[in-house]
């Protein structure tokens, strides 16, 4: 039996497994901010992006932040920033620019308590509906959402390939509690991780085009100083980028922007399903949250209960099949969540009212954590 | 077209006949410059938005305005070459370069 | 075959972009991307080294027009997205342009701070002294009294003046010059690529189809006369009274002083994190 190799377990903060994982992935410019909770991000990266060759800077706010990694998304940098609710709010036209013009980047939301500024310090999972919705206009998102260390690391270099590969602004989620907590992690080996680098174009420049012609939808994506000598617009554009009106060729963005990710869903959305082949009860929980339940479905299930978890990691685009595969006959469906009913307001809408099944909301918005009891308690009304 | 306010032309006169002192647009079928090589200064019309810039700046009045407002070579011997049109055309629609 | 001349400054449109292009007659934005062409022209740029990247706003619709890395962005956010553009690849020239109410009202916190970190950008600010795409709203540098349609009892609000709030934010070149001083417009951007920092150069612009009528300042060729008697050469302005300064403004190069460059700062930060490296 070939020694077993020691395994060398590091004992790492939320955010610092952020870091890594964007540094894993090959990020190489960090523009951003300081905000509690989500400042050790842009420390760390203020710390080893020098040592590696790659660009950290401190922008004046928010909106400088996204507009600076949008700049160098442009000169082909992999680009990040993090942030928590008050900096999204700011970002949220850089972001809606970053899609319209399919720049790939990530920007991290470790979510605090809200409105406003809210509670720092503490938890909350209120941003949900605003990484959809939170810039003008139509255009579906991306957005992640991990529930420990480890797989804040490996979201991060998800969250950072999605980008590249649909071109468009990835939201990573993580939350205060997520964000400042310690696990022992063992980070996988980089040999096995897979890195996705932006589709770089083969024709010569002359026929170039920055946005697809046919809604192949996703087509090569060429950088400042490469010869491509291309322009990108805020605006309504054609397939080179230029400003249009004109319905047909509108149509044809719009539908681009929507179909690259509505018609990859199958790639885009991952769930975990914990004991959910027999449920009678599940749990919908996403990010911290769903550490409690967990431990519910472990406690319940010793007691011989027939209790089980579905857990999104990918909170957009929302996933809708698979909520309907394992949801649909369930008896109840419990929905814990740190907002006033943000993943239960989707859920109803995938699922519809059906008089077998009742759907339980447990919420909280007061900076504390959902409890392993308050969820048990809450079973109680699905009789 | 050349702006409708007539008092603010302030001074600068535009050379005799052609200065439009009512607008009446009667448009005439405004031709290109003709080869380059006979007038010093080349127009492209299809550019050209008849601001009046390149004749209001010329130094020797080498250039005229129709009565549409573009501008034509009216007087090519005058031409020095100095590309003030061509440096100030808002529309890049005038070359004055010496050949 | 008709021989039509190619004129220089041809080579540097978009030859696939619809000709004549957006800019009312005898708007003076036409007349900034020729100087800004000549500039780049007479410095041999490789049209692939050049970034131009703009905000919103009459004159931020000229980088679709140039052959070059072109980014049209968000109002007030040109700055620091061209931030973005330098620190990935420092070795692109790039340049921004934007207007009074991009760079001064909604951009303004971007402008002081990139003129504080020095990071070598290329500002070309045309200034016409209005909100002309949205229809003629007064800006940060409408004169007072001057009519606007949010100031149409005449202008009761106070103005900047750009070259002194860019200087007294740390830029260290800074440059004023007018629409009908075209020479200029082509030295001074030229003067401010080569300038290794933050480089400003103010043209003062003509508006007439919204400012000029709004305020009765005649056609094209009367604001830009105007301009020509209301400017006067640095040293001539210095010169002058006090109370005759008031009727003037200057126009030259008002700031051109060496610091260090923020890209060139990392790159030195980055050399020595690798060398200390390797000595370990």
Same mark, same amino acid.
């Given at each position: 039996?070939?020694?077993?190799?020691?395994?060398?377990?590091?004992?790492?903060?939320?955010?610092?497994?952020? *870091?890594?994982?964007?540094?894993?992935?090959?990020?190489?410019?960090?523009?951003?901010?300081?905000?509690?909770?989500?400042?050790?991000?842009?420390?760390?990266?203020?710390?080893?992006?020098?040592?590696?060759?790659?660009?950290?800077?401190?922008?004046?706010?928010?909106?400088? *932040?996204?507009?600076?990694?949008?700049?160098?998304?442009?000169?082909?940098?992999?680009?990040?920033?993090?942030?928590?609710?008050?900096?999204?709010?700011?970002?949220?036209?850089?972001?809606?620019?970053?899609?319209?013009?399919?720049?790939?980047?990530?920007?991290?939301?470790?979510?605090?308590?809200?409105?406003?500024?809210?509670?720092?310090?503490?938890? *909350?999972?209120?941003?949900?509906?605003?990484?959809?919705?939170?810039?003008?206009?139509?255009?579906?998102?991306?957005?992640?959402?991990?529930?420990?260390?480890?797989?804040?690391?490996?979201?991060?270099?998800?969250?950072?390939?999605?980008?590249?590969?649909? %071109?468009?602004?990835?939201?990573?989620?993580?939350? &205060?509690?997520?964000?400042?907590?310690?696990?022992?992690?063992?980070?996988?080996?980089?040999?096995?991780?897979?890195?996705?680098?932006?589709?770089?174009?083969?024709?010569?420049?002359?026929?170039?085009?920055?946005?697809?012609?046919?809604?192949?939808?996703?087509?090569?994506? &060429?950088?400042?100083?490469?010869?491509?000598?291309?322009?990108?617009?805020?605006?309504?554009?054609?397939?080179?980028?230029?400003?249009?009106?004109?319905?047909?060729?509108?149509?044809?963005?719009?539908?681009?922007?929507?179909?690259?990710?509505?018609?990859?869903?199958?790639?885009?959305?991952?769930?975990?399903?914990?004991?959910?082949?027999?449920?009678?009860?599940?749990?919908? &929980?996403?990010?911290?949250?769903?550490?409690?339940?967990?431990?519910?479905?472990?406690?319940? %299930?010793?007691?011989?209960?027939?209790?089980?978890?579905? %857990?999104?990691?990918?909170?957009?685009?929302?996933?809708?099949?698979?909520?309907?595969?394992?949801?649909?006959?369930?008896?109840?469906?419990?929905?814990?969540?740190?907002?006033?009913?943000?993943? *239960?307001?989707?859920?109803?809408?995938?699922?519809?009212? %059906?008089?077998?099944?009742?759907?339980?909301?447990?919420?909280?918005?007061?900076?504390?954590?959902?409890?392993?009891?308050?969820?048990?308690?809450?079973?109680?009304?699905?009789? | 077209?050349?702006?409708?306010?007539?008092?603010?032309?302030?001074?600068?006169?535009?050379?005799?006949?052609?200065?439009?002192?009512?607008?009446?647009?009667?448009?005439?079928?405004?031709?290109?410059?003709?080869?380059?090589?006979?007038?010093?200064?080349?127009?492209?019309?299809?550019?050209?938005?008849?601001?009046?810039?390149?004749?209001?700046?010329?130094?020797?009045?080498?250039?005229?305005?129709?009565?549409?407002?573009?501008?034509?070579?009216?007087?090519?011997?005058?031409?020095?070459?100095?590309?003030?049109?061509?440096?100030?055309?808002?529309?890049?629609?005038?070359?004055?370069?010496?050949? | 075959?008709?021989?039509?001349?190619?004129?220089?400054?041809?080579?540097?449109?978009?030859?696939?972009?619809?000709?004549?292009?957006?800019? @009312?007659?005898? @708007?003076?934005?036409?007349?900034?991307?020729?100087?800004?062409?000549?500039?780049?022209?007479?410095?041999?740029?490789?049209?692939?080294?050049?970034?131009?990247?703009?905000?919103?706003? @009459?004159?931020?619709?000229?980088?679709?027009?140039?052959?070059?890395?072109?980014?049209?962005?968000?109002?007030?956010?040109?700055?620091?997205?061209?931030?973005?553009?330098?620190?990935?690849?420092?070795?692109?020239?790039?340049?921004?342009?934007?207007?009074?109410?991009?760079?001064?009202?909604?951009?303004?916190?971007?402008?002081?701070?990139? +003129?504080?970190?020095?990071?070598?950008?290329?500002?070309?600010?045309?200034?016409?002294?209005?909100?002309?795409?949205?229809?003629?709203?007064?800006?940060?540098?409408?004169?007072?009294?001057?009519?606007?349609?949010?100031?149409?009892?005449?202008?009761?609000?106070?103005?900047?003046?750009?070259?002194?709030? +860019?200087?007294?934010?740390?830029?260290?070149?800074?440059?004023?010059?007018?629409?009908?001083?075209?020479?200029?417009?082509?030295?001074?951007?030229?003067?401010?690529?080569?300038?290794?920092?933050?480089?400003?150069?103010?043209?003062?612009?003509? @508006?007439?189809?919204?400012?000029?009528?709004?305020?009765?300042?005649?056609?094209?060729?009367?604001?830009?006369?105007?301009?020509?008697?209301?400017?006067?050469?640095?040293?001539?302005?210095?010169?002058?009274?006090? !109370?005759?300064?008031?009727?003037?403004?200057?126009?030259?190069?008002?700031?051109?002083?060496?610091?260090?460059?923020?890209?060139?700062?990392?790159?030195?930060?980055?050399?020595?994190?690798?060398?200390?490296? !390797?000595?370990?």
């Amino acid at each position: 039996m070939a020694k077993k190799k020691k395994v060398k377990a590091v004992l790492m903060q939320g955010n610092e497994a952020i *870091s890594y994982g964007a540094l894993a992935a090959g990020v190489n410019f960090f523009g951003g901010y300081p905000i509690t909770p989500s400042t050790e991000v842009a420390e760390i990266m203020a710390r080893e992006l020098p040592k590696r060759g790659g660009k950290f800077i401190q922008m004046e706010d928010e909106i400088a *932040s996204i507009a600076s990694v949008v700049g160098a998304s442009l000169a082909g940098a992999k680009a990040m920033t993090a942030t928590s609710g008050p900096g999204f709010s700011l970002m949220q036209e850089g972001i809606g620019f970053a899609k319209m013009i399919e720049a790939p980047c990530v920007v991290v939301n470790v979510m605090r308590g809200g409105p406003s500024t809210g509670l720092p310090t503490d938890p *909350s999972q209120s941003d949900i509906m605003q990484a959809r919705w939170g810039s003008h206009g139509d255009a579906p998102a991306i957005a992640l959402y991990p529930d420990s260390v480890l797989e804040s690391y490996e979201l991060t270099i998800r969250a950072v390939n999605l980008a590249e590969k649909y %071109r468009t602004c990835v939201t990573l989620f993580s939350d &205060a509690c997520l964000g400042h907590m310690r696990e022992p992690v063992v980070l996988p080996d980089l040999s096995q991780v897979k890195i996705i680098h932006r589709i770089q174009p083969t024709l010569p420049p002359e026929w170039y085009k920055h946005y697809p012609e046919n809604p192949k939808y996703i087509s090569p994506l &060429a950088s400042f100083g490469e010869g491509y000598r291309f322009h990108v617009t805020g605006l309504a554009h054609d397939a080179h980028g230029f400003p249009t009106t004109r319905p047909d060729e509108v149509a044809r963005m719009m539908d681009n922007l929507r179909n690259k990710i509505v018609h990859h869903t199958d790639d885009l959305v991952q769930v975990e399903a914990i004991a959910m082949e027999d449920a009678r009860i599940a749990i919908f &929980a996403a990010g911290i949250t769903a550490r409690a339940a967990k431990k519910v479905v472990v406690a319940l %299930r010793a007691k011989g209960k027939k209790v089980g978890l579905l %857990r999104p990691l990918t909170i957009w685009p929302f996933p809708d099949e698979l909520v309907k595969q394992y949801l649909s006959d369930v008896k109840g469906i419990i929905v814990p969540e740190l907002n006033q009913g943000q993943l *239960s307001l989707e859920l109803k809408r995938v699922l519809g009212h %059906r008089k077998t099944r009742k759907i339980v909301e447990v919420q909280k918005n007061t900076g504390e954590l959902i409890t392993p009891q308050e969820i048990i308690n809450a079973m109680k009304e699905v009789h | 077209m050349p702006d409708k306010a007539e008092k603010h032309r302030d001074g600068q006169i535009l050379s005799g006949e052609d200065s439009t002192v009512k607008m009446q647009v009667e448009v005439n079928e405004v031709k290109t410059e003709g080869d380059y090589n006979s007038s010093p200064v080349y127009i492209y019309h299809d550019w050209c938005k008849k601001c009046g810039i390149c004749v209001a700046f010329c130094p020797t009045g080498t250039l005229g305005r129709k009565m549409d407002g573009s501008p034509y070579v009216k007087a090519p011997e005058k031409c020095i070459h100095c590309e003030t049109c061509d440096r100030l055309c808002p529309d890049f629609a005038i070359t004055g370069a010496k050949r | 075959m008709k021989k039509i001349p190619q004129k220089q400054i041809h080579k540097y449109l978009r030859h696939n972009k619809s000709f004549p292009h957006v800019w @009312c007659p005898g @708007c003076s934005n036409g007349i900034v991307l020729g100087g800004v062409i000549r500039a780049i022209d007479e410095m041999g740029y490789e049209k692939d080294s050049v970034a131009m990247i703009s905000g919103i706003g @009459c004159s931020s619709r000229m980088p679709v027009y140039v052959d070059f890395n072109t980014a049209h962005t968000l109002h007030g956010r040109a700055i620091p997205h061209a931030t973005g553009v330098k620190m990935f690849k420092p070795e692109l020239n790039v340049c921004v342009i934007t207007g009074d109410g991009d760079a001064t009202a909604i951009g303004g916190n971007h402008l002081i701070h990139a +003129a504080r970190r020095n990071i070598d950008i290329t500002v070309i600010l045309i200034n016409n002294n209005i909100y002309g795409m949205t229809g003629g709203q007064y800006s940060p540098t409408t004169p007072a009294g001057a009519k606007a349609t949010t100031m149409p009892y005449g202008n009761i609000d106070n103005t900047f003046d750009i070259c002194d709030l +860019a200087i007294g934010a740390g830029a260290t070149f800074v440059a004023r010059t007018t629409a009908y001083h075209a020479m200029e417009i082509q030295n001074y951007v030229r003067m401010g690529f080569e300038h290794k920092g933050f480089s400003l150069i103010e043209v003062i612009a003509a @508006c007439p189809v919204i400012f000029g009528r709004l305020n009765k300042r005649g056609d094209a060729s009367s604001m830009m006369r105007t301009m020509k008697e209301e400017s006067k050469p640095l040293a001539v302005f210095e010169a002058l009274p006090d !109370e005759e300064k008031e009727k003037f403004y200057p126009r030259g190069v008002l700031v051109n002083i060496d610091k260090p460059e923020y890209t060139e700062k990392y790159a030195n930060l980055v050399a020595s994190l690798q060398k200390k490296e !390797e000595a370990e």
